[in-house]
């Protein structure tokens, strides 16, 4: 069974690659707490360093990889990162919109020209 320390981490190494749900920056520098844990699954509480909102987070880790979590030296490595801008309320509105009026198949829909731009 993964320690708690080593979990913690571990998420807060891979953190970086996440975004805050609330002010979509990056997670880096988070405060995590384990809250309760059993076998495989995590119940963590989650501070953002940039707006300091505070989440829960059930991780379940599957079968195998605790040990590798716990028997692997975690070393921080740069992987490129896709940075984009959070989706805005007024983009959710329009598509739901635009959905509400759609009539097609999910084919259709995916395969529609995109009148946004221009």
Known sequence: MAS???IIEFIR????????PVCG???KGCDVQVL???DERFHLQVTCAQCQVTFIVVLAIAGGAVEEIENTAIQAVEEPVAVAEPISV???IDLHLYLKTFQGTL???IHQP????G
């Open 25 to 27: 920056r990056s997670l």
């Open 36 to 38: 309760s844990h059993e």
């Open 107 to 109: 084919k259709e829909l």
């Open 90 to 92: 007024d983009e959710i």
């Open 13 to 20: 190494d891979r953190a970086r690659f996440y975004n805050c």
């Open 4 to 6: 708690a320390m080593s």
């Open 114 to 117: 995109d009148h946004s731009r």
